[in-house]
């Protein structure tokens, strides 16, 4: 008899091993935000998500921005590849980081960029331990709402950061390789390692234990091996199918993550790529990209960040036939074939993104889908690279946000914008009370 009702916070345990469930229909139906809010429900409620990407050393702004405003855009070439979630995506222009600018400060504006892009506070110029920036979005978050799930936040990248000396014009290093800050002083590191990110979600066990799963070559899925058999005669059919694809799913990163590991790297000059890390740029990538989807599905944490690259980043792109570092080519100066390098670095970034978007646009949940019930902000706090400019910035806002979003519009904002007011609007969205954040002035207007 499949009968039971599952709670919501069933888990799959074993020896050092806890596997958090994605929604089962067998757990109750579902209740939309806007559902829950007019009749005053609390209880089966579709949690809102939120993730933010950057892409550094800004883009080719003029083969970036549709020429429409409103409904009917066109996407541009840089854009093309969202095709498939074109009316869930928010192409947003006009918005502006001023505390990426100098404001007297001087050369630096690659470090401001990526410390300012989720604080909206501008950084303390040194190379020392004294660093100085803001709270940024995600943690203002996290610390109202982190306790609601197992992790508060999880903050993702590519690049390994460091966390003093000098990497640009007398700035701390931490400040270009960190977007997530608890507070004013407390940079939070990202973690680069597809594998310990993996181990985050699904491992409690000390690292002896993990070392000696490794060795037997084990999946975390064998160790849960008899509460999930014992599920499977508790669940309806329909679950019983989305749980092998589950299972599926996370078996099939586990294996992704033990052959990355197997294969040489790719030598790149001024690319921090840690040597334990997959081979492969793409791979690396969406290999986190699918741990953010995990997180999200199984509501482990609902608040990300994920840098594809630090600010600044001289990586190169062997597979698109780039030879030339990404930071020396922003600096094009009007250099026609140095500017088709890095238009194919930004198409390139833009796959990155609608990947992660259709894998969770995919995914059902209640009457709609993962991508439905999340934000996802993808942008840089530099928009034209060659001249370090911080207004107008390359913004896209895609998913549902619980039915408080409506996407498949390019919004053009009065120049000067602050980018915080569009942090702000989202943190509303997530029953967030905050009244400003940063340089914020207020919410965006029309993104419902």
């Known amino acids: 008899m499949k009968t039971s009702k599952l709670s919501r916070r069933t888990f799959l345990s074993g020896l050092g091993v806890s596997i958090a469930l994605p929604w089962l229909e067998s757990m109750g139906p579902l209740t939309s935000w806007a559902t829950a809010a007019t009749k005053g429900v609390t209880e089966q409620i579709i949690p809102n998500r939120m993730a933010f990407l950057y892409s550094p050393n800004g883009k080719i702004m003029e083969r970036w921005t549709p020429e429409q405003v409103g409904a009917n855009f066109e996407l541009t070439e840089i854009l093309k590849p969202l095709q498939n979630v074109k009316d869930k995506t928010l192409v947003l222009s006009g918005l502006t980081a001023d505390k990426a600018r100098a404001n007297g400060d001087g050369g630096g504006d690659h470090a401001r960029a990526m410390a300012a892009y989720l604080t909206g506070a501008q950084p303390r110029k040194t190379s020392g331990t004294d660093i100085h920036a803001g709270i940024s979005v995600d943690q203002a978050a996290a610390t109202q709402i982190g306790d609601q799930t197992r992790l508060p936040s999880l903050e993702l990248g ?9 990497c640009d014009s007398g700035y701390s290093c931490v400040y270009s390789a960190t977007m997530s800050w608890k507070s ?16 985050r979600l699904f491992s409690t066990e000390p690292n002896a234990q993990k070392l000696q799963r490794d060795a037997e070559r084990k999946s975390i899925l064998d160790f849960v091996k008899h509460d999930s058999q014992d599920l499977l005669h508790k669940v309806s059919d329909n679950d019983v199918r989305k749980l092998d694809e589950y299972f599926s799913a996370i078996r099939d990163i586990e294996k992704r993550i033990e052959s990355s590991e197997k294969f040489p790297h790719i030598q790149s000059p001024d690319f921090n790529a840690p040597e334990d890390t997959p081979k492969d740029f793409q791979e690396h990538v969406r290999l986190m990209l699918d741990l953010i989807v995990l997180s999200f599905q199984t509501d482990i944490t609902r608040i990300v960040t994920f840098a594809l690259a630090n600010e600044g980043s001289n990586k190169t792109y062997p597979t698109l036939n780039i030879t030339d570092g990404h930071h020396n080519l922003s600096h094009h100066g009007g250099d026609t074939a140095k500017i088709d390098k890095i238009r194919k670095i930004n198409i390139f970034h833009i796959e990155q993104l609608a990947y992660l978007l259709e894998k969770l646009d995919s995914i059902p949940e209640g009457e709609g889908t993962l991508l439905d019930h999340s934000m996802i902000c993808y942008g840089s706090g530099n928009s034209d690279g060659n001249r370090h400019s911080h207004h107008d910035l390359p913004v896209l806002l895609s998913g549902g946000g619980c039915g408080t979003i409506q996407g498949g519009r390019h919004i053009q904002y009065p120049k000067e914008t602050p980018l915080n007011n569009l942090w702000l609007s989202m943190l509303n969205r997530m029953d967030v009370n905050l009244q400003q954040l940063g340089d914020s002035t207020g919410t965006l207007k029309g993104l419902s």
């Open 184 to 199: 004013a002083t407390q940079p939070l590191p990202k973690e680069v390692n597809p594998k310990l990110a993996f181990e």
């Open 158 to 166: 590519i690049e390994k950061g460091y966390r003093a000396g000098n």
